[in-house]
């Protein structure tokens, strides 16, 4: 599975920006999808994910409620409404082919990865 990111960019406080994350390959081993995100300095940490077969999404506490992902076709979205400097990362996609039950969280069970996308958010 390869995986090709893209939709980074600058942007005010209060802002919003569509990350895309489009997978080839094959695509049909995919279970879950999502985006991490990691800030100068910091440890990667989880923003979203997905299952590939539709239905379900889980977010992280800080981006409940401003953040939606979502997913046609072979492209996984996440749109990101009302940005805060603390938004500022590089923002990886992820994948992997197993069920990862309630540990979809954890960076090092994916496998497949695409490269970052910066995302600055401006006060």
Do not use: H
């Not at 209060?14 to 879950?32: E, K, N």
């Not at 440890?43 to 409620?65: L, P, T």
């Not at 979205?77 to 309630?102: F, I, R």
């Amino acid at each position: 599975v390869q995986l090709q990111a893209c939709g980074g960019g600058t942007v005010q406080a209060g802002g919003s920006l569509r990350l895309s994350c489009a997978a080839s390959g094959r695509t049909f081993s995919i279970y879950v999808m999502g985006w991490f995100r990691q800030a100068p300095g910091k440890e990667r940490e989880f923003v979203s994910v997905i299952r590939w077969s539709g239905g379900s999404a889980y977010y992280a506490d800080s981006v409940k409620g401003r953040f939606t992902i979502s997913r046609d076709k072979n492209t996984v979205y996440l749109q990101m409404n009302s940005l805060e400097p603390e938004d500022t990362a590089v923002y990886y996609c992820a994948a992997s082919s197993s069920n990862l039950g309630g540990s979809y969280y954890v960076s090092s069970l994916y496998a497949y990865w695409g490269q970052g996308t910066l995302v600055t958010v401006s006060s």
